[in-house]
């Protein structure tokens, strides 16, 4: 595969409507992005240095002056290569641009750079919605409208579905503490790491929109997805805790062969009924997460961030290192940077835990093909 599996899922991410701006011509309401954006999600999606922008063809198709004003018309064609791998894609797009200045050279400049960049569009769109591509679709199925007062009040007025990792519904709820109750009884529920963030994953949505509305409209409960993050946290940490029966097994004269802390007493402390999380290091698993393209731009290579809110804090202790993802050095020192980890991942629109998860799963069974060293 060409582009990464971070990269394939952003060019298959919906557009963010409201970068998606309206204009009236001929009489007809036409909608775009503004090419800014469009190079900003191409930097941000390839990379700054993995993709070129060459303007092929221009042609001045028309010119003219009337009265203190001249005007100029021009076409363009540019070229758009892009580095995935070993490979170089290249797109091409054609572009028109019209302009209107007191001087002719400011209209000839207005004019061509509206081109180049109407045609910088068009090649970029061919990648996926974040250029635009949304916008051919006349129903906008490919577009995640913004929030409106309206769609708000709807949320917050219910009902709200709670969702089983299959998509079917436990039941619907009209009160957001009925919301949350049957949300957390269906991750108490769950029995692996897998069939918890599949519960996560169908219903964050509702979570973060109900969140918000609540917040806007003022309500008592504004830190309902907190409180609910919190709980998915508690979770994941229930289930990569050793069984009790397990802790009882070990005798007083066996060591510990996974680097696990034991007391004196040969008492593996995380599997108290009030214990310690359990916290993995690997320093191979965390070579593995650094040799995968960076979660935000696609670079490489990148530093094993350690996702900060998925264990409870401890004194000098970074988290387990099961709980880390690639992110290149810019991005990681923008991440340690932010007061609140989590808001900084939601902006972003993307789950850490659950990328985390499966680098986890995939680092596991690439050593259980490989087997034992020597």
Same mark, same amino acid.
């Given at each position: 595969?060409?582009?990464?599996?971070?990269?394939?899922?952003?060019? %298959?991410?919906?557009?963010?409507? $409201? +970068?998606?701006?309206?204009?009236?011509?001929?009489?007809? =309401?036409?909608?775009?992005?503004?090419?800014? +954006?469009a190079i900003a999600e191409a930097n941000r999606i390839f990379g700054y240095d993995a993709w070129d922008r060459r303007t092929?063809? =221009?042609?001045? @198709? &028309?010119t003219a002056a009337t009265g203190p004003n001249y005007f100029a018309a021009y =076409?363009?064609?540019?070229?758009?290569? @892009? !580095?995935?791998?070993?490979?170089?894609?290249?797109?091409?797009?054609?572009?028109?641009?019209?302009?209107?200045?007191?001087?002719?050279?400011?209209?000839?400049?207005?004019?061509?750079k509206t081109a180049e960049t109407d045609a910088t569009k068009r090649a970029l769109a061919t990648f996926g919605n974040p250029f635009g591509?949304?916008?051919?679709?006349?129903? !906008?199925?490919? @577009?995640?409208?913004?929030?409106?007062?309206?769609?708000?009040?709807?949320?917050?007025?219910?009902?709200?579905?709670?969702?089983?990792?299959?998509?079917t519904t436990f039941g619907a709820f009209s009160r957001p503490e009925d919301f949350c109750c049957a949300l957390r009884k269906a991750m108490s529920a769950a029995s692996t790491m897998d069939d918890l963030f599949g519960v996560w994953e169908q219903n964050v949505a509702t979570v973060r929109a109900l969140n918000y509305a609540l917040k %806007?409209?003022?309500?008592?409960?504004?830190?309902?997805?907190?409180?609910?993050v919190n709980h998915l946290k508690s979770c994941a940490t229930a289930l990569v805790k050793p069984s009790t029966e397990s802790a009882e097994a070990r005798t007083e004269s066996e060591a510990p062969s996974d680097g696990s802390r034991v007391s004196r007493n040969g008492i593996d402390k995380s599997a108290l009924l009030i214990g310690e999380p359990k916290r993995h290091r690997s320093k191979e698993h965390l070579k593995f997460v650094a040799s995968q393209p960076c979660l935000i731009c696609g670079r490489t290579p990148s530093h094993? +961030? +350690?996702?900060?809110?998925?264990q409870a804090k401890g004194l000098a202790l970074k988290v387990s290192d099961e709980f880390t993802v690639p992110l290149c050095a810019t991005h990681h020192s923008?991440?340690?940077?932010?007061?609140?980890?989590?808001? &900084? &991942?939601?902006?972003?629109?993307?789950?850490?835990?659950?990328?985390?998860?499966?680098? &986890? $799963?995939?680092?596991?069974?690439?050593?259980?093909?490989?087997?034992?060293?020597?």
């Open positions: 595969m060409a582009f990464s599996d971070t990269q394939a899922r952003q060019l %298959k991410a919906k557009l963010d409507g $409201q +970068h998606v701006k309206a204009r009236k011509e001929n009489g007809a =309401t036409l909608h775009y992005i503004e090419g800014w +954006h092929v063809a =221009t042609r001045c @198709v &028309w =076409t363009a064609r540019v070229r758009i290569s @892009v !580095r995935a791998g070993d490979i170089v894609i290249v797109r091409e797009g054609c572009g028109t641009g019209e302009a209107k200045a007191i001087t002719p050279g400011q209209a000839h400049e207005i004019a061509l591509l949304a916008l051919y679709d006349s129903e !906008r199925t490919g @577009v995640r409208q913004r929030s409106t007062d309206k769609t708000a009040t709807e949320v917050t007025e219910g009902p709200w579905m709670v969702r089983s990792l299959a998509g %806007k409209r003022g309500s008592v409960k504004p830190d309902l997805a907190k409180d609910l094993a +961030h +350690h996702i900060r809110y998925a923008e991440n340690h940077m932010t007061g609140n980890e989590l808001q &900084w &991942w939601q902006d972003r629109n993307i789950e850490p835990l659950s990328v985390a998860r499966k680098l &986890w $799963q995939e680092f596991r069974e690439l050593n259980r093909i490989r087997g034992p060293a020597g």
